[in-house]
């Protein structure tokens, strides 16, 4: 990054250069970027100390500059920068130990892990889990420092007087949870009866893509009304926002509009990016395009979209229909299959068996779930791309119905997920989504990407483990990346192979269905 460059942009409210190739110093002249509040330097090669000025930026919200190569010690100065919510300091050569960060009391995310620190973690850093600070040599409440042999130990039973106060303290907690339930019951019911006016004004050049693609508006008074299931935001034409969950926090089109944004992937639905929101949320916004069905089914599709909540499925916020523009919501998530098993750099990483047998089971939760909901409902869109993974691996399916509002295209056979009967995107069956989904699992047991491997020949990555099965073996298949682990289990491995084959039939009734796929995994990886 060029010296006495990004200094002059003193307006800048969010900065986003993640993934790239970017090395050297990170500039002393950031400091004058006052306004700053969300910057993102992960997974780039910037290199030193973070220079003092840095701890100029008090309107600092979300930092991440994870995956690089900063050394030096962590400073103490960070406690300037007072509304922090968000530090990413992670896999970096941090040295020496961790400061006190007691004026940051509105700090929730927080990973040091993968650094060179030692010492003992500060009791204002307790809160964090385990995971924040792998990877370290610090002690404290993870692991207990050594102990001083000048310190006479302390009697192991307790006085009397202690015991009273933690009966007396027992009580009054137990109290205080029944005041607490009973003050959560009665805003349960209120909020339901509960509304408020909004006004918005979007200007035409303010969107989440560019420029030039304009979304098409007038100005609205807005109403939101609060439901059992959602949130709605509408005008009396009924082209607003509408939004969905009881306790998501309600942003107003205006404020997708001015958000900053990056854009994570284009696929045959449209184009994608992530939305960093002033008030410290961030939302992945779907750019739908070729829309070729009616508002009125539009609406509807989103209102059962809306209304379908698993733990598999990443649930969709809000939607907005507009003359020119139609958006979706969904919360934002750190990863997806397709990076961790695909991508370049520090995106890609090793998955252990354990991690992709979890993920597959928690896949085949979500798909089951959605068949259960009736013979005509599938998700259509299966593929690793839309395989969301949270920090622990935990695994969401995202972006269920979304191709049955989209016009067909002789392209969609490209993408190497869909089953040899589709010729419609908008009419998957449930099939053909259990073969997508086997596709996925030799996608994580062979650590190939569907869409690469298919050829002029028309060998997909289907076919082509079931030539390598026959020819050269069973084992012959597996990511290289998986057998070099320890811990792999090989005959887990090899039932799951043959359950994806099974899936993955070229004849739709030979396919298991989804409810049986699921118990199988079960018996295979638990």
């Avoid at 004026?103 to 927080?110: K, V, W, Y």
């Avoid at 009973?182 to 918005?200: A, G, P």
């Avoid at 997708?256 to 992937?265: H, I, K, N, P, Y």
């Avoid at 969904?330 to 991508?343: C, I, K, N, Q, R």
Wanted: aromatic share 8%.
């Amino acid at each position: 990054m060029p010296l006495n460059s990004i200094g002059n942009l003193t307006e800048l409210r969010s900065l986003s250069l993640r993934s790239n190739s970017l090395s050297g110093l990170l500039p002393p002249d950031i400091g004058s970027c006052t306004e700053l509040r969300i910057l993102n330097l992960e997974n780039n090669n910037f290199s030193g100390s973070i220079p003092t000025t840095f701890f100029n930026l008090n309107n600092l919200i979300r930092v991440s500059l994870s995956g690089n190569r900063f050394s030096g010690e962590i400073s103490d100065a960070f406690n300037n920068l007072t509304r922090m919510r968000t530090l990413y300091l992670e896999n970096n050569n941090f040295s020496g130990s961790l400061p006190d960060l007691k004026n940051l009391s509105q700090l929730n995310e927080f990973n040091v892990s993968f650094n060179r620190l030692t010492g003992s973690i500060p009791s204002s850093l307790n809160q964090f889990s385990a995971s924040s600070f792998l990877g370290n040599s610090l002690c404290g409440s993870l692991s207990p420092c050594p102990e001083n042999n000048n310190i006479t130990n302390q009697s192991d039973k307790l006085s009397s007087g202690a015991i009273a106060g933690i009966v007396i303290g027992s009580i009054i907690g137990f109290c205080i949870l029944l005041l607490v339930l009973f003050m959560l019951v009665r805003s349960f019911y209120r909020s339901k009866k509960s509304f408020r006016q909004v006004n918005v004004s979007p200007t035409p050049n303010q969107v989440v893509s560019s420029p030039h693609d304009s979304i098409a508006t007038e100005n609205h008074d807005i109403e939101d009304v609060f439901s059992d299931k959602k949130v709605r935001v509408c005008d009396d034409s009924t082209k607003g926002m509408v939004y969905f969950g009881e306790s998501f926090e309600v942003f107003g089109l205006e404020d997708l509009l001015m958000a900053s944004a990056e854009v994570l992937g284009k696929g045959l639905t449209g184009t994608t990016y992530k939305a960093y929101l002033d008030s410290d949320v961030e939302v992945v916004v779907k750019r739908l395009r070729n829309v070729c069905v009616s508002e009125e089914e539009f609406r509807a599709k989103m209102e059962v979209s809306g209304g379908i909540g698993h733990g598999n499925l990443v649930p969709l916020r809000a939607y907005y229909y507009g003359r020119e523009e139609k958006l979706v919501v969904y919360d934002s998530m750190p990863t997806s299959l397709y990076a961790v098993l695909h991508g370049e750099g520090v995106s890609k990483e090793a998955l252990t068996w354990v991690i992709r047998s979890r993920i597959a089971l928690g896949v085949a939760n979500g798909i089951e779930y959605l068949h259960s909901l009736g013979p005509k409902v599938t998700h259509g869109n299966i593929k690793s791309s839309n395989i969301l993974l949270t920090h622990y691996y935990d695994a969401y399916l995202s972006e269920f119905g979304i191709t049955q509002l989209i016009s067909s295209t002789s392209n969609s056979k490209m993408s190497g997920y869909y089953a040899p009967e589709v010729t419609d995107i908008r009419n998957v069956s449930q099939k053909a989504d259990v073969y997508s989904f086997g596709t996925v699992l030799l996608e994580l047991l062979t650590g190939k990407n569907p869409s690469s491997v298919i050829n002029d020949e028309g060998i997909d990555l289907p076919k082509w483990v079931k030539c390598i099965v026959q020819e050269r073996g069973t084992t012959q298949v597996f990511d290289p990346e998986l057998i070099r682990f320890q811990n792999c289990d090989e005959e887990q491995m090899v039932s799951l192979l043959h359950l994806a084959i099974s899936c993955t039939s070229q004849h739709p009734e030979r396919r298991p269905p989804m409810a049986d796929t699921t118990r199988r995994i079960k018996e295979i990886v638990m």
